[in-house]
């Protein structure tokens, strides 16, 4: 299967269980609401330019806010991770193993604390975006706080069982177009 066709199935699966399977969970508690949508641009390649890392994440997110008719309420925070990401990536990583060793983040190419930090730290920016242009409408300070931590933690675990169910063949970048 061509990377291409394999990132549209993960774009279009993606965004399918979190509109009608996540997005129709009743709340398990005010403060754990499950969001996974994200992961696809964490999944994204190493080698994905910084421009259409940006792009992509719009795209994505509109995608998403269209399902919902929630416009810019996912597409900001996933703009938001696509920006930092290449920053983060840098700090954790070195250049060279970027360029010479495997084509996407996952646990076999960055390490586990490397990675670790990464969906975490990625996490927890895109759900104290997401809940406070939520919060801005209600102002409980409590209540955001507590969605923020519930909700990165939940969505952490969604993300390990993820990781766990659908294994991703690590692949070694070549120098073969």
Do not use: C
């Not at 696509?82 to 983060?88: D, E, G």
């Not at 996407?104 to 997401?130: C, D, N, Q, R, W």
């Not at 242009?133 to 933690?153: C, M, N, P, R, Y």
């Amino acid at each position: 299967m061509s990377n291409l066709l394999k990132y549209i199935i993960r774009f279009i699966l993606f965004i399918l269980v979190q509109v009608y399977i996540l997005n129709q969970v009743p709340p398990l508690h005010r403060f754990f609401i499950p969001y996974l949508y994200f992961l696809f641009i964490l999944w994204l390649p190493f080698n994905t330019s910084r421009f259409s890392l940006l792009i992509i994440a719009f795209i994505y997110g509109f995608t998403l806010d269209s399902f919902t008719g929630w416009y810019g309420f996912y597409t900001a925070p996933t703009v938001l991770i696509a920006f930092l990401r290449p920053f983060l990536l840098n700090l954790l990583i070195p250049q060279e193993a970027t360029e010479q060793s495997y084509i996407e983040p996952s646990i076999k190419s960055m390490g586990l604390a490397p990675y670790s930090i990464y969906i975490i730290f990625l996490t927890f920016v895109h759900h104290i975006y997401l809940v406070l242009i939520e919060w801005l409408q209600f102002g409980d300070f409590s209540l955001f706080i507590g969605k923020v931590a519930g909700s990165t933690a939940l969505s952490i675990v969604l993300i390990l069982i993820t990781e766990l169910l659908f294994f991703r063949k690590a692949k070694y970048r070549t120098n073969a177009a």
